[in-house]
């Protein structure tokens, strides 16, 4: 299931770049959005993960387990996941988010999976 995610983030990336306007912008969110609950799900089914807050555990097992690297690209993409869902007007990372942003966080959600499959 968390790769679908991933594809559904590819789909609404691939909608974007046909869109105009409010739609456009709309999808790429969404497509970073999905991007990071695509590895967040992976990262809990991999290592059998059970919590009520998810995404405190998810970094944890993160940085008990993995490089520092990972750990900062998972950093990274949650903070546009958070941009993307709530800083409309403020962003803390993102100063807009356009085609060629969104498909450099659906990247770094691949890059972190292979990552965790690799044991980096």
């Known amino acids: ?11 609404l990336y691939e909608l974007g770049k046909r869109s105009r306007g409010e739609k456009r912008e709309f999808a ?18 991999f290592y059998g993960l059970e919590s009520e807050d998810l995404h405190k555990i998810v970094l944890k097992t993160i940085i008990n387990k993995h ?5 900062d690209l998972l950093t990274e993409l949650k903070t546009a996941r958070i941009d993307t869902d709530y800083k409309v007007k403020k962003r803390k990372l993102l100063k807009t988010i356009d085609k060629n942003i969104t498909k450099l966080y659906i990247n770094i959600a691949k890059s972190i999976i292979t990552y965790v499959e690799k044991g980096v």
Do not use: H
């Not at 790429?28 to 089914?45: C, K, M, N, P, T």
């Not at 490089?67 to 750990?71: A, C, P, R, W």
């Open 1 to 11: 299931m968390s790769k679908g995610f991933l594809k559904v983030a590819e789909e």
């Open 28 to 45: 790429f969110r969404s497509a970073i959005s999905r991007a990071y609950y695509g590895v967040l799900w992976y990262i809990r089914d």
């Open 67 to 71: 490089s520092d690297f990972v750990v």
